[in-house]
């Protein structure tokens, strides 16, 4: 079957499988921050946006994503970056493989509430799961992050 | 991982219908269960060009559509304000939010999900399901009988002056739940309680025996504590024995009552 796909930004019309998966579908056009982690939709690894909404590419079909439009980490990299710093400042990962995930439903949630309290952001974050850390890193960036754009929106 | 010959989006409930009468083909919701699933599907029916995906309010009722996700179900200001946030207490624990972006209404309650804390939560309003062929029946009727391969096309409920509470424990955050528990408080009928992930399917206990009575104390929860402990059958698995599962049964059941009992603040946690 043909699917048209608007992939960061830019339309892609291919033959595809119907059984196909949108995470193979993103990767096989180069997008490599959308990852494979547990493939049962637990663990948030795969998300990217689905007419601006965040799902689990692992568990979408492809011929789902036929006339919508589907960003991934690649498509967002200057906002992931601004907040990227701060998860660095803090420390907040080791081994860094849920850091894709992560960054993109951490975006979906500063687009969809600019001010959440903590336990909106622990709420909001709950389906990204991270082997290595205890998520106090992740909790401590993203209110120095939130803090920081709210002081730099005074000036 | 289940394998699919051809995809449809159809332009009718009428072709949906049809082409799910072959027992090679499947509906698709969220896909999120089936996803799971191994096998082979000749036809895989997309529902998602119907525009089903809407809830519709008016003075009465709420319509909710098959393809309506968890996450905007959990969203509706109508909603929300109608179960005084139970709706959201029921489904904010499931998974994750890119989840339930996905997952759909129609795929939870046409699924009948033992753990289903979707199914919990209807069953404690006034919900009617449509199928297709079938009509409109209600969901404790939905829930207990076989309607083989109809089409959900949407689910009704009925607007009724009364007050809802929502609880369930988690070993762990956007685990399955060991037990789910609604209950509601509606004019006309006596007090009722529903349970799942017991860890059997949804089910309902009714106050008939009136121990609650109109002004509900914290004895008179105690003893409908007890009594729904009696009454409502458990069983253990993985996540929970059925000793434990009885127990939460008997405290869920008591904390439910005080918290719809008059002048109580609501327990929906979510609130917090
Ligand atoms: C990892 C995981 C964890 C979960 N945890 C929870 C939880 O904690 N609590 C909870 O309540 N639920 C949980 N669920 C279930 C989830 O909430 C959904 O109920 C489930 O995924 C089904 O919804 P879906 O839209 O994905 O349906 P699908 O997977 O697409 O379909 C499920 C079934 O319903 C049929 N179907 C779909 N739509 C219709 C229709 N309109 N008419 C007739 N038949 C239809 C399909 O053919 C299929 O048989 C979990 C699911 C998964 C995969
Ligand atoms: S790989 Fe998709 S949720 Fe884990
Ligand atoms: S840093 Fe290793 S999984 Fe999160």
Redesign the interface.
Known sequence: ?TVTVELNSRKVTRNI???MLLIDFVRAEGCYSVKRGCE???C?LC?VF?DG????S????A??A?NRKVTTLEGLLEEAKEFGAFLADEGAEQCGFCNPGFLM?AI?LFREKPEPTE?EIR??????LCRCSGYEGQLRAILKFLEWKKERGHK | ???????K?VESLEEAWELNQKRSSRL?GG??WQ??SKGN?AV?I?L?GLGLDQIREDADQFEIGCMVTL?ALEQHQGLLSYTDGAVKEAL?HI?????R??ATVGGSIYGKYGFSDVLTLFLAMDTYVELYRAGTVPLPEFAAKDYGRDVLVRICVKKHPGRFVYQSVRNT??DFPVLTCAAARLPGQPFLAVFGARPGRAVRLFDDNGILGEQITEEAAREFGKYAAGRIKTGGNMRGSKEYRTHLVRVLSERAALSLADGRENRNDCH?
């Open positions: 079957m499988e119907p059984d049962t939709s637990n948030g998300t689905l909404l965040p799902v689990l692992c568990s979408v079909l011929a789902r036929d439903n979906a336990q709420e909001y974050l709950a389906g990204n | 991982m289940l394998t699919i010959k051809e995809y989006k698709i896909m999120m996803k799971m599907c895989a997309d998602s996450r904010r998974v994750g939010v890119q989840f972006n996905t955050q956007t917090s």
